[in-house]
């Protein structure tokens, strides 16, 4: 099992870049699909974007299509998220996931291993 860590989260004023980045142990990170959720004060944890095993596969949430990049690296354990053009309403504490499948992964229940969360903010 691998166990995911977070970071690359902070303060950016809106349309202004981040890069998360998502560094997972274990000797197995490349027989795991990883995905991206995130919880806004108040709402429920929200599917933002997951990458297949591979990285050839990749699926978004549709007010991030455009703006949002995931990719991984599998030599370095690996998975990256870079959002650009960011919104007020991408404030949220992000997590990175990782489930045990070799597709795309976008509903939480399907993920088992999850990080501790790192805050985005975005200023109007």
């Known amino acids: 099992q691998v166990q995911p860590v977070e970071s690359g989260g902070g303060l950016v004023q809106a349309g202004g870049s981040l890069r998360l980045s998502c560094s997972a142990s274990g000797r197995t990170f490349r027989n795991y699909a990883m995905g991206w959720f995130r919880q806004a004060p108040g709402k429920e944890r929200e599917f933002v974007a997951a990458?297949?095993?591979?990285?050839?596969?990749?699926a978004y949430r549709d007010s991030v299509k455009g703006r949002f990049t995931i990719s991984r690296d599998n030599a370095k354990n690996t998975v990256y998220l870079q959002m650009n053009s960011l919104e007020p309403e991408d404030t949220a504490v992000y997590y990175c996931?990782?489930?045990?499948?070799?597709?795309?992964?976008?509903?939480?229940?399907?993920?088992?291993?999850w990080g501790q969360g790192t805050q985005v903010t975005v200023s109007s």
């Open positions: 990458i297949s095993w591979n990285g050839y596969n990749t």
């Open positions: 996931a990782a489930s045990p499948t070799f597709g795309v992964v976008t509903t939480p229940h399907e993920y088992n291993s």
